[in-house]
Nanobody, 119 residues
Framework: QVQLVESGGGLVQAGESLRLSCTASASGRASSVYNMAWSRQAPGKEREFVASIRWSGGVTAYADSVKGRFTISRDNVRNTVYLQMNSLKPEDTAVYYC??????????WGQGTQVTVTS
């Protein structure tokens, strides 16, 4: 089992920045991490992919809507993934979820953290 704890959400104005964090901890035996990602879900909409990072090698991927504004990074020692969000827009308002995929049999989600951007 892997537990994911997210933090860093909040209320900001358009143009401001926030940094989200997600720390993974394992109980019992768990395989190594393959990939961690952030997704988001706005009210009345489906959950959508935001960004991901391969745990080994650090290859990243981003949704077109956040390219150039958001940066995903990781700290392998702290088992933490970050999402630096700059130039935030009202349309970025959503609950942001952390996701962890293991190399062997495991796909976990955090509880979500609210990000609200006012105009």
């Amino acid at each position: 089992q892997v537990q994911l704890v997210e933090s860093g959400g909040g209320l900001v104005q358009a143009g401001e920045s926030l940094r989200l964090s997600c720390t993974a901890s394992a109980s019992g035996r768990a395989s190594s991490v393959y990939n961690m990602a952030w997704s988001r879900q706005a009210p009345g909409k489906e959950r959508e992919f935001v960004a991901s990072i391969r745990w080994s090698g650090g290859v990243t991927a981003y949704a077109d809507s956040v390219k150039g504004r958001f940066t995903i990074s990781r700290d392998n020692v702290r088992n933490t993934v970050y999402l630096q969000m700059n130039s935030l827009k009202p349309e970025d308002t959503a609950v942001y979820y952390c996701n962890c995929v293991l190399n062997v049999a495991g796909n976990y989600w955090g509880q979500g953290t609210q990000v609200t951007v006012t105009s």
